[in-house]
C-alpha cells in the first residue's frame, strides 16, 4: 500500500518559504520520496499504518496551502503509465523492496 501525498503550498513571502522548506523536510524524515515535484509516496504495510502516518502528516501542516493524501495498494501503484519521460528504475517505482517482518 502506498500513500501519496500530494501539495500546493504558497511561496510569496519568506515565511510561507519558510513553512514550504519545513513540510517538505518532514515528509522526508517521515519517509516519503519524491516522485515528482510537490508528490511525495511512501510504502505503508497497512491501512492502519497509512491512518497512522497520515495523522502524523497532520501533526506538521502549515497553516497556508493545499495539501492532499490518496491511499493506493501496491497492484495500483505499479499500474501507473509514464506518458512522457522517462521511467526510473529505483526504489520509488518498485514493490520488491516491501518486506514484511
Same mark, same amino acid.
Given at each position: 500500500?502506498?500513500?501519496?501525498v500530494?501539495?500546493d503550498?504558497?511561496?510569496?513571502?519568506?515565511?510561507?518559504?519558510?513553512?514550504?522548506?519545513?513540510? #517538505?523536510?518532514?515528509?522526508?524524515?517521515?519517509?516519503?520520496?519524491?516522485?515528482?515535484?510537490?508528490?511525495?509516496?511512501r510504502?505503508?504495510?497497512?491501512?492502519?499504518?497509512?491512518?497512522?502516518?497520515?495523522?502524523?502528516?497532520? &501533526?506538521?501542516?502549515?497553516?497556508?496551502?493545499?495539501?492532499?493524501?490518496? &491511499?493506493?495498494?501496491?497492484?495500483?501503484?505499479?499500474?501507473?503509465?509514464?506518458?512522457?519521460?522517462?521511467?526510473?528504475?529505483?526504489? #520509488?517505482?518498485?514493490?520488491? #523492496?516491501?518486506?514484511?517482518?
Open positions: 500500500m502506498r500513500l501519496i500530494m501539495f503550498l504558497p511561496i510569496d513571502t519568506s515565511e510561507d518559504r519558510r513553512n514550504y522548506r519545513q513540510f #517538505r523536510k518532514e515528509l522526508i524524515n517521515e519517509g516519503f520520496l519524491m516522485i515528482q515535484y510537490s508528490v511525495y509516496a510504502v505503508c504495510v497497512t491501512k492502519q499504518s497509512a491512518q497512522f502516518t497520515e495523522n502524523r502528516i497532520k &501533526t506538521f501542516l502549515p497553516p497556508r496551502g493545499l495539501i492532499q493524501t490518496l &491511499t493506493v495498494t501496491e497492484k495500483q501503484y505499479n499500474s501507473m503509465h509514464f506518458l512522457v519521460g522517462d521511467q526510473k528504475d529505483d526504489v #520509488r517505482n518498485t514493490s520488491d #523492496r516491501t518486506v514484511v517482518i
